[in-house]
């Protein structure tokens, strides 16, 4: 049964801009379509910002504006944006020093003290983007590094904490002042940032490089005290603490917060059969990763499933299979794309790659989600990758998918209503204190469609000419929605 105009608009769901016409027009719009579209910010060796160290404060800030930019061109919903590649920081910390990347010398302080996470958070948000912190938990040395390092930093403030391996060095897992070290940043961040969530990759023990990791204090003092854990175990025991406490951390101190984990895609060869690969992350990486799903220390999962549908040893489909079957809390599992890989069209990636493996990913989740690998390989418009998005793929801006069980529930309704003409013509809205972003939707000759997804704080955006009706719909930080 449709609804009457009066019950319409008595009830504000659905503003009129031209005299009302048939039935047809006050036809309620399409339910909210979700899909998480992210993808990782690098800034280890100025992968993606900055371009260079020690830019000017202006030229951070248009760099940084330039990839919101293109997020909200490309239909993105999430930046996951790295604040700490090497026990460093892209944001004003009393605990670890500014990043060589950022400035040119750890330690040093941006042009005009400027904070890039604050920044970013707050462009992220006014165009309805999510914005989650990229942590590297225990990697403290980079081989990409020039200089030296500042004299807060671990490895001159607490080196008994710090293991070289290769060409790297490493906060040891098995120390229990590393493991505290690293929540303490985390639950720093979170705490005095407004960020949507707090996200790791895949670098918990270091990859093997051809050496073991050389942990062997930690280990004997693990003995001495009376542990009978063989070393591996011990190993996995240590990031099991970390990945619990730091779940419960994060939502101690914010709710809402999103804990996500970007793990090897593989959880170990064979697994399932006929999957192979050279690095076991159970063994050599101690990541548990099918036990933090069946335990819930994470909101969702984005396995790095960085290879070509058709390459058998690694079947991208098989895995992805894979990974929904071993998640019994039902947890969201949104892969990590090799999308870098595809644009240059790297052995066994297809033309339609990009299509294909989206429409494996829309056929395996009723919400899916999925990140790209790196923002990089997003700056150029190639038809099969960002043009592919832009022009087919992503057609309209999407709400992520919601968390319920992070939220206390729906938000208040909005209040909201159109004015002006032409090319001033707007909706404007009233929203309750629990409402993080507005989804606008617009009604014109061609039917409904999502035109914005912005800041419920801006209270208004502006409507294309030709828009007969609009509908604005409030989102919780847990991204669940009231009535229209």
């Not at 992350?281 to 036990?291: G, I, N, R």
């Not at 409402?435 to 014109?444: H, M, N, P």
């Not at 801006?458 to 828009?467: E, K, N, Q, S, T």
Request: proline share 8%; net charge positive.
């Amino acid at each position: 049964m449709k609804p009457t105009r009066a019950s319409l608009c008595s009830a504000l769901l659905l503003f009129a801009c031209s005299t009302p016409g048939p039935a047809q027009d006050r036809a309620a719009p399409p339910p909210l379509a979700r899909e998480f579209r992210g993808a990782w910010v690098a800034t280890v060796d100025n992968i993606d910002f900055p371009s260079r160290p020690g830019l000017p404060q202006s030229a951070l800030r248009d760099e940084l504006d330039a990839i919101v930019a293109r997020a909200v061109e490309l239909k993105l919903n999430a930046l996951v944006f790295q604040v700490r590649p090497a026990a460093d920081a892209f944001y004003k910390s009393s605990l670890e020093p500014w990043s060589e990347w950022l400035t040119g010398a750890q330690g040093k302080a941006p042009d005009g003290d400027f904070d890039p996470l604050a920044y970013v958070i707050e462009r992220c948000h006014r165009d309805g983007i999510q914005l989650h912190a990229w942590f590297n938990p225990f990697r403290c040395w980079h081989k990409a590094a020039k200089g030296k390092p500042a004299a807060s930093h671990v490895t001159q403030k607490a080196p008994q904490l710090v293991v070289q391996h290769g060409d790297y060095q490493w906060m040891d897992p098995g120390e229990p002042l590393a493991v505290k070290w690293s929540l303490a940043t985390i639950q720093d961040v979170v705490r005095r940032y407004d960020v949507d969530g707090v996200h790791l990759d895949d670098y918990f023990y270091p990859y093997p490089e051809g050496k073991q990791f050389a942990d062997g204090g930690s280990f004997a003092k693990y003995q001495k005290s009376g542990g009978k854990l063989a070393r591996s175990a011990w190993r996995r025991q240590n990031v099991d603490s970390f990945m619990e406490q730091m779940y419960e951390l994060v939502h101690k101190e914010k709710p809402w917060v999103q804990v996500g984990i970007s793990p090897f895609g593989i959880a170990r060869p064979g697994l399932p059969k006929g999957i192979q690969a050279g690095v076991d992350q159970y063994e050599d990486l101690a990541a548990d990763v099918v036990k933090w799903l069946r335990e819930g220390w994470l909101d969702y999962l984005a396995p790095q499933l960085y290879w070509p549908i058709d390459q058998t040893p690694q079947s991208f489909p098989v895995l992805l299979s894979w990974w929904h079957s071993v998640n019994p809390q039902k947890r969201a599992i949104w892969p990590g794309l090799g999308t870098y890989k595809m644009l240059p069209r790297d052995k066994g990636f297809r033309a339609e790659e990009l299509t294909d493996v989206l429409g494996l990913l829309r056929k395996a989740e009723r919400e899916p989600g999925h990140i790209h690998y790196s923002f990089r390989s997003l700056r150029k418009d190639a038809p099969h990758v960002s043009g592919a998005l832009r022009d087919r793929l992503y057609r309209e801006p999407v709400l992520a998918p919601a968390m319920p069980w992070l939220g206390a529930g729906k938000p208040k309704a909005p209040v909201a209503h159109v004015e002006g003409e032409g090319k001033d013509k707007q909706v404007r809205w009233q929203v309750g204190a629990d409402a993080q972003f507005v989804v606008v939707q617009v009604r014109d000759a061609k039917g409904w469609r999502t035109h914005r997804i912005v800041d419920a704080k801006l209270g208004r955006c502006a409507l294309p000419d030709g828009v007969q009706t609009a509908e604005v719909t409030a989102v919780t930080r847990s991204g669940q929605t009231a009535r229209p």
